[in-house]
C-alpha cells in the first residue's frame, strides 16, 4: 500500500493546484437532475484523476461522481472511489472547506484514503491502521456526553433547538468528507449526515476516521459496505467508538435522522 499511497499524494496534490485555479476565479457551472450544482473546476480535476490513476493502476476500477457508472467496477478487487471536489456548493461560492476525495476500496471496504483540501492547507491520509493530518498522527476525541457537534444545515438547527444549552453546534461545513475529517482529528466530537449521499462522499473519510479510533456507521450502528450496485448511504453518524452510542442515541431522540 505504500505505492498507492505515495500516488493519491502525488496525484491529489497536483489536483489541488488544478482545483485552486478555478477557485474565487473564473468557473462555469451548471445543474444536475436533483437540483446540484457541477463546475468546470469538478470536470478539470476529474479528467486530470482519471488520466493519472488509471494509466498508474489499469487493474483498478474507477466509480466518480462525475463519471457514467457502467458497473464495470464490480469487476475489480480493487476499485478507486473519486470525489473530484466534495463540498462544490462550498467551492463555487469561494468558501474554503472543500477537499478532493480519494479512496481505495477492496472487498467492499476502503483500504486507504486521502482528502486533500488545498484551500485550507491540509491533507488527511490513511493506510493500514494510520491515519495523519499533514503527517502528524490523528485522535479523535473521547467526550462523553459529546460537547461538539455538526450537521447539514437543516440538522445543525434541530440540534441547535433541541440541544443548544448541553451542545456546541459547529457551523456547517459544506464537505462531509471534512465534517467526518474534523471528527478524526478531535476538532469536534461527532457528524452527523441524513440519507442522500453516495460512496464517493464518504469512502475516503471513512478509514480516515477509523484509523484514527472513530467509527462512520448507519442508525442501527452498522458499517457501510463500498462498491456495490447501489452506491447510496444511508444516515450517518460519525464519532469515536467509545462515544458511538451515547450519539446514535443523540441522533435517534426526535428522529433527527430518521
Known amino acids: 500500500m505504500d505505492d498507492d499511497i505515495a500516488l493519491l499524494q502525488e496525484v491529489t496534490k497536483q489536483a489541488g493546484d488544478i482545483a485552486l485555479g478555478f477557485f474565487r476565479a473564473t468557473n462555469e457551472v451548471w445543474m444536475k437532475p436533483g437540483n446540484s450544482p457541477v463546475s468546470q473546476a469538478d470536470f478539470a480535476v476529474n479528467d486530470y484523476l482519471l488520466d493519472k490513476l488509471r494509466k498508474a493502476r489499469p487493474n483498478y476500477g474507477w466509480m466518480s461522481e462525475e463519471n457514467e457508472d457502467d458497473q464495470s467496477r464490480l469487476n475489480h478487487r480493487r476499485t478507486f472511489i473519486v470525489d473530484p471536489i466534495d463540498g462544490t456548493r462550498g467551492f463555487i461560492e469561494g468558501v474554503d472547506e472543500w477537499c478532493i476525495s480519494v ?136 464519532a469515536s467508538q467509545h462515544a458511538q452510542k451515547h450519539v446514535l442515541d443523540l441522533a435517534k431522540k426526535d428522529g433527527f435522522l430518521q
Open 103 to 238: 479512496a481505495i476500496v477492496e472487498d467492499n471496504q476502503p483500504i486507504a484514503g486521502i482528502l486533500h483540501a488545498p484551500a485550507l492547507g491540509d491533507t488527511y491520509c490513511a493506510t493500514g491502521d494510520i491515519g495523519t493530518l499533514n503527517g502528524v498522527p490523528l485522535a479523535v476525541s473521547k467526550s462523553i456526553p459529546v460537547k461538539t457537534v455538526t450537521g447539514s444545515r437543516k440538522l445543525n438547527q434541530m440540534f441547535e433547538d433541541t440541544y443548544g444549552e448541553e451542545i456546541k453546534v459547529v457551523d456547517y461545513i459544506p464537505s462531509l468528507a471534512l465534517r467526518i475529517a474534523m471528527v478524526a482529528s478531535g476538532k469536534i466530537d461527532a457528524a452527523f449526515a441524513r440519507s442522500g449521499a453516495n460512496d464517493w462522499d464518504v469512502a475516503a473519510a471513512d478509514i480516515i476516521l477509523s484509523n484514527a479510533g472513530g467509527s462512520l456507521c448507519d442508525i442501527r450502528g452498522d458499517k457501510l459496505s463500498y462498491n456495490r450496485e447501489n452506491v447510496r448511504v444511508p444516515a450517518l453518524i460519525a
